[in-house]
């Protein structure tokens, strides 16, 4: 089965310590790993992650501690339906088997993700002060807005691209495995 690391800001890994696994070295070979840290919307905890390779976005709204022994099936019912709002065409059972189970991390410290992430928490103040209360943000939209925008550490192309090559890479390889077909 696959697994996925989330390393968390040291944020985050304030609330999520009890859950935070040993610094297992293993690698999440579709996708890579990802980094997540904490916001808040009207008092409610948010997360912001980022994956690596792809720089694609993904925002678990109005996480509570007692949701984080379900965060594998959250973090996957999450991506799916962003993927999915972002017009990134795939299967449900695609995506549990690319993430597989998620393992939280303790900080790995890498600048330029948590560069990445700082930019787009100033996106999502502006946000807040645009839309008010919890109740008014569509986390599935200003998703897609954070996605839909140019990466210069992607050669200028949009986050939703780049993810949605990796999918359709790991789908054509998944195909000709088991199809058994040899290029």
């Known amino acids: 089965m696959s697994k996925t690391r989330i390393f968390t800001t040291r944020k985050l890994e304030k609330i999520t310590k009890e859950f935070i696994s040993e610094n297992e070295e293993f690698n ?3 996708l ?28 678990l ?5 007692t949701d984080l022994k379900n965060i ?23 995506v549990e088997k690319i993430i597989g189970e998620i393992k939280l991390q303790e900080t790995n410290n890498d600048r330029s993700t948590n560069g990445s992430l700082n ?45 949605n090559e990796m999918i359709n890479n790991y789908e054509k390889k998944s195909f000709l495995e088991k199809n058994r077909i040899v290029l």
């Open 28 to 30: 999440n070979e579709y």
């Open 32 to 59: 890579g790993d990802w980094t997540s840290t904490l916001f808040y919307v009207s008092h409610k905890k948010c997360w912001l992650l980022i994956n690596k390779m792809t720089k694609y976005l993904l925002i």
């Open 61 to 65: 709204p109005n996480i509570k501690k």
């Open 72 to 94: 594998s099936s959250i973090f996957k019912e999450n991506l799916f339906a962003q993927l999915t709002f972002d017009g990134i065409e795939t299967r449900y059972e695609l």
């Open 119 to 163: 930019n787009c928490l100033l996106f999502l103040e502006d946000w807040k002060y645009e839309f008010g209360d919890y109740e008014n943000m569509n986390f599935r939209d200003l998703n897609g807005r954070l996605n839909s925008s140019p990466n210069k550490m992607l050669n200028w192309k949009y986050p939703k691209e780049k993810m």
